[in-house]
């Protein structure tokens, strides 16, 4: 492991988001540090999320897009952060079918806007304390594998959807500027994450709500799909431990090893609620599958190689994919309130008109 870096204040971009607010308050729990949430508010964020430290002495939230330069580097003059981890992003792959721009927009112009103002911050700060960028991406870079393999930080870029690509830009801008201007940078990318405050249009979080409500559960193709599924916490503990020992330049895989097709994951959904709160016919919640459409360019296996992170930062995953699961489900059975406010997605289809040539 590394020398230890301490950041006494720390920039969080997208920290009302779902992996962000679980970043936030990682950081306000066990941590002495000054943590700063930069956040647009987007419809996937939830103050709710991080409202328990709306008065905590070292939390400040900044509302502001990370794609305007302005409120960003004005931020940075205010705080004057030793630290920056950014996880503002565009995420739902379906919706950057239907809309790449967004994603262009927020994950690469946002992610080189926020390049450039810490640039000109640690510029014009030129002794002030050690410092360094965090930049927290996707597997989904890396495209898709066959039945075996995983992927390593070695593996070469793949991107299959314009969330990926955009996503896989944005790496390459912070390759980049670490090489070109010396910007102190570390890197890591994860797997699916789950667990609370997901915005009910991921596939865990809206598989639980529609079983509840007595709904078709729609899942892709066959659900032959396979994911590494990651518990967030988990995930908010592996980032810190990336800005605080990663090696500067380095990139980090954090993965579960917790493989599941996606008919797996519903079906275990399933299960678990059939267990709590059985319905009133006692009928299985596995007889809601619908099986629809696949959706244009569907990846059908990612899986991480985290030993990279396991040997240099000692971190491995505290939850399995059974016990964390079952922290979720229970989760959203006692949170109803919360996304019964702001379902705004119903699990329709999206990313139909994306096909306009035909496959041979």
């Known amino acids: 492991m590394s020398g230890t870096f301490r950041p006494s204040t720390i920039l969080v971009t997208g920290g009302a988001g779902f992996i962000g607010s679980a970043v936030v308050r990682h950081l306000l729990s066990e941590t002495d540090a000054l943590v700063i949430n930069l956040d647009k508010l987007t419809y996937a964020a939830s103050p709710a999320a991080v409202a328990q430290f709306a008065n905590h002495p070292r939390y400040r939230f900044v509302k502001a897009s990370v794609t305007d330069g302005n409120a960003v580097s004005a931020a940075l003059d205010a705080y004057r952060p030793d630290a920056v981890m950014h996880l503002a992003a565009e995420t739902h792959v379906d919706r950057s079918i239907d809309k790449p721009g967004d994603c262009i927009q927020t994950n690469i112009v946002g992610t080189q806007v926020l390049l450039e103002a810490v640039r000109r911050y640690l510029t014009s700060n030129p002794h002030a304390a050690p410092f360094r960028f965090h930049h927290i991406s996707t597997d989904e870079v890396f495209g898709t594998l066959g039945p075996g393999g995983s992927f390593t930080e070695a593996s070469p870029y793949d991107p299959r959807s314009p969330y990926s690509a955009s996503k896989a830009a944005s790496d390459h801008l912070v390759r980049a500027w670490h090489a070109t201007y010396g910007v102190p940078v570390v890197l890591s990318n994860t797997c699916n994450n789950y667990g609370p405050w997901q915005f009910p249009e991921k596939l865990i979080p809206l598989m639980i709500i529609k079983a509840l409500s007595g709904e078709e559960l729609p899942v892709y193709g066959s659900g032959d799909q396979v994911r590494d599924w990651l518990y967030v916490d988990d995930h908010a503990i592996a980032l ?114 994306a096909r306009t040539t035909v496959e041979v």
């Open 240 to 353: 810190h431990l990336v800005l605080t020992h990663g090696r500067l330049g380095e990139s980090y895989n954090v993965g579960a090893s917790c493989e599941r097709s996606n008919l797996e994951v519903v079906r275990a959904i399933c299960d678990l609620l059939d267990e709590l709160v059985p319905a009133e016919s006692n009928a299985s919640r596995r007889d809601l599958v619908k099986f629809v459409a696949d959706r244009p360019g569907h990846d059908r296996r990612y899986a991480i190689d985290a030993s990279k992170a396991k040997a240099e930062l000692g971190w491995s995953p505290r939850e399995s994919f059974s016990s964390g699961l079952e922290k979720t489900v229970r989760w959203y059975l006692a949170q109803s309130d919360w996304w019964r406010g702001i379902r705004t997605y119903g699990g329709e289809r999206l990313g139909l008109a």
